[in-house]
């Protein structure tokens, strides 16, 4: 035996431990053995290369029998390729090639870093053992301790007696602990054998097999739970399992217990093909206990989307619940309470170069009680062509469809719709201006299935209808610029338009509607040339239509104001309001100005408004107007008002709800403040309020307190939303508001693919479980 110090290794080499490469070597120069930095993931040299790679050892003592083993101590550290291993005592086993490393052992293999009382690692395959250790995985986030790892395979770790969390160092929020423990990094999954889920070191719940992902990787196991409490449905706790069946399509089930209401079973099924990708989406609450009366319930949604060849084109959506009150009693993520319905349609649509052509089928499910119900299209065929008729100068199209209308109603009929439209457009444009002027020809003819029971309600419908009308459009606009004169370093642009629409006037009284409503007029429905939605009615028109835009851009060409303003003068004043009764007609030869404002002060103040005002009678029919502050990149406070007349609501939509009064007295005034702000990287807040200003009431109001740690978050949420009426309901002068309150509080972890708890849309306001979101509605141009 001999003994060397560390200066004298090098000379030591050839006579005392000679082996091959792929065993070891011993230098003292650091230039060679000096490796980079492991405590981040090092996974870009392959793990053949690193085994024939030499292994270097740097002790201060050696003492070695050649040819059987050598014994280092005092300051020992053997690396190979990105591998480390650092010990008080090192003994290579020069016929095994197997290095024992005893005393405070810390090991790193790029991957797995650890600290151990012992490791035994064979230099040939890479294997290696290590007891009493305390570990971190450098390619996700998850550290831990075990009694005993054992790597058995490229990047696969056991653990016996061992535990694992996402918490950083000293932290002890939660973990869970296991028997047996198998790290897979490659698969990015952990299997656990009789697992339990520890708080601060407290047992919160065991399972005897649980898999679960350590990583952002698709993997079949479960996810981490969510537990939360809320006044309205007690107790609750999420537990979702993910199954990565195949490459292109996997499931998620979520079992969701409330003590108040049972346990929901939340499933949402993924397909992704050469067509498109598919969602199938489905809830079910056995037996409500909350709501015993309404049994069990569900709510189901398919979507799909898809191309094929890149001329077909498929959508589907359909969606379905149990009863008109699910949404209200139920959180779902089909739709939201405030939904007064659900879509059920789908469509295939090809297109050509000069045409395009597409079947479609639609239908609702209703979620009120009214006896108003939308018409079903079983089915609707189009096909539309388009081309130059002289260069680009003027273009022709046609427009047509074939529809069948359906209905469930008693007092409305069915009917078949045929509609073609042919159209000569002539656009003109500059850099500086536009001038559209186009022709239609409108033909549409209706087959309407009557009977006694319709007629008596619809008496001046027919059983065939058909209906020409022309329609004649020019609108002309300009841009103007110039510097302005009281604001240096701003560019100022004034852009005029005006439009002349004739259509004549023809009575359309025995057509029934269909799928065609009312627009609104805003600034730039002014230029529209219809007023309804669909073709049912084509209102007569004889009028122009005259308005103007104004910006404002900075020196970087940042729009930072736009005033729009017009209205429309009747030439023929029987033709002004489509929604008017004979003996209103005439009054007067013009619209209600529309003015549209939007506004951005330095990036942190911004404000949008829109009014409709009527300068004859001197009333604001319509109006909104949002302002916000941004308080720099961390939150905002802004407040809004929108304002509606009953008159306009009965002038727009009175020919669809068969008594207003039981959606207003009033009209419409509400106002509302929203804020949410971002504290500090762990901590933020969020509120707001909505007040109805002609029932002097609250609408809703809701106040959320979150903190999300390294490893975990709570969140702490208030709300009083008004649900209902007593009594007679909201027509009964006499009724009364019903609030809900509630108040939740929630919890769960954060790390291992999953970021629970840290969801926000992009304003930073955390808006589950309000019915009225934030909005950001501001559209300049930035």
């Not at 309404?294 to 959506?317: H, T």
């Not at 291992?752 to 934030?774: I, K, M, Q």
Request: hydrophobic share 30%.
């Amino acid at each position: 035996m001999q003994c060397f110090s560390r200066t004298l290794l090098a000379a030591s080499i050839s006579s005392a431990l000679f082996v091959p490469t792929t065993q070891a070597e011993t230098t003292i120069d650091d230039s060679v053995q000096e490796m980079p930095s492991t405590d981040q993931c090092l996974i870009a040299s392959s793990e053949d290369s690193d085994l024939n790679a030499p292994a270097y050892v740097e002790a201060d003592h050696l003492e070695a029998v050649n040819g059987e083993k050598a014994s280092y101590s005092g300051s020992v550290k053997v690396t190979q390729g990105i591998k480390t291993i650092e010990a008080e005592t090192v003994t290579l086993h020069q016929q095994e090639n197997i290095v024992v490393a005893e005393g405070s052992v810390t090991f790193n293999d790029g991957q797995f870093k650890a600290t151990s009382d012992k490791v035994t690692n064979n230099l040939t395959t890479n294997e290696f053992e290590l007891e009493n250790t305390q570990y971190q995985m450098l390619c996700e986030s998850g550290r831990g301790d075990a009694r005993y790892i054992a790597r058995t395979g490229k990047a696969v770790y056991e653990l016996e007696d061992g535990t694992i969390t996402s918490c950083p160092p000293g932290d002890k929020s939660w973990r869970l602990k296991a028997s047996n423990i198998e790290l897979d990094q490659d698969e990015e999954s952990a299997t656990f054998i009789n697992p339990r889920f520890e708080v601060l070191d407290v047992p919160i719940f065991y399972l005897p097999y649980l898999t679960v992902p350590v990583g952002e990787s698709r993997k079949t196991g479960f996810l981490y739970p969510t537990f939360s409490y809320g006044s309205s449905d007690g107790f609750e706790t999420e537990i979702p399992f993910y199954w990565n069946i195949a490459p292109n399509y996997d499931l998620q089930t979520t079992a969701k217990y409330m003590s108040e209401r049972g346990t929901q079973l939340n499933n949402e099924f993924r397909h992704l093909s050469q067509f498109g990708q598919s969602t199938v989406t489905f809830e079910y609450l056995d037996n409500d206990s909350k709501f015993k009366e309404k049994g069990s319930r569900w709510g189901g949604q398919f979507e799909f989307n898809g191309i094929y060849k890149e001329a077909w084109k498929f959508d589907v959506d359909y969606s379905k619940v149990s009863d008109v009150d699910y949404f209200t009693d139920v959180d779902s993520s089909i739709g939201n309470r405030e939904d007064g319905q659900l879509m059920q349609s789908g469509e295939v649509a090809y297109r050509a170069l000069n045409w395009d052509a597409s079947l479609a089928v639609r239908d609702f499910q209703v979620l009120t009680e009214s006896e108003n119900q939308p018409y079903r299209v079983m089915p609707q065929l189009k096909f539309n062509y388009y081309a130059p008729l002289i260069w680009d100068t003027v273009e022709m199209d046609v427009i047509s469809h074939i529809s069948r209308f359906d209905t469930d109603s008693d007092s409305k009929p069915s009917a078949t719709r045929v509609h073609i439209e042919p159209g000569i457009k002539v656009p003109l444009s500059t850099t500086w201006g536009s001038w559209t002027t186009e022709a239609r020809l409108l033909g549409t003819y209706y087959d309407q299935d009557l009977d006694s029971t319709i007629l008596a309600a619809n008496p001046e419908l027919s059983d065939t209808a058909s209906r020409v009308i022309p329609e004649f459009r020019t609108h002309a606009g300009i841009i103007l610029e110039r510097d302005t004169t009281y604001l240096t370093g701003y560019t100022q642009t004034l852009e005029p338009q005006v439009q002349y629409l004739y259509v004549p006037k023809q009575d359309q009284s025995e057509i029934g509607l269909y799928d065609t409503t009312l627009l609104q007029t805003d600034y730039y429905g002014l230029f529209r040339s219809r007023k309804y939605s669909g073709v049912d009615r084509i209102a007569a028109a004889n009028q122009l239509s005259y308005g103007a835009s104004s910006r404002f851009f900075d020196d970087q060409y940042k729009e930072r104001l736009n005033i729009s303003f017009g209205q429309i003068f009747f030439i023929d004043r029987n033709t002004k309001n489509p929604g008017a009764s004979s003996d209103e007609e005439g009054e007067t030869s013009y619209s209600s100005w529309a003015v549209e404002i939007d506004f951005n002060y330095d990036d942190y103040l911004f404000y949008h408004g829109g009014v409709q005002y009527d300068i004859d009678d001197g009333d604001m029919q319509l109006a909104n107007s949002t302002v916000e502050y941004r308080i720099d990149e961390n939150g905002f406070v802004q407040a809004n008002y929108r304002y509606v007349t009953r008159e306009y609501i009965e002038d727009n939509v009175g020919d669809t709800i068969t008594n207003i009064d039981e959606i207003t007295r009033d009209g419409i005034s509400q106002a509302g403040l929203v804020t949410g702000y971002q504290f500090s990287p762990k901590w933020y807040a969020s509120a707001q309020y909505y007040h109805d200003m002609n029932e002097n009431i609250a609408i809703e109001w809701l106040a959320n307190l979150r903190y999300k740690d390294d490893c975990w978050y709570v969140g702490v949420t208030y709300s009083n939303e008004l649900r209902s009426w007593s009594g007679g309901g909201y027509s009964d002068l006499n009724s009364d508001p019903v609030y809900e309150n509630n108040f939740s509080i929630n919890f769960g972890i954060v790390g291992f693919g999953t970021a629970a708890g840290t969801g926000s849309n992009t304003s930073g306001f955390d808006s589950s479980g309000n019915s009225l979101e934030y909005g950001r509605p501001f559209f300049l141009n930035n």
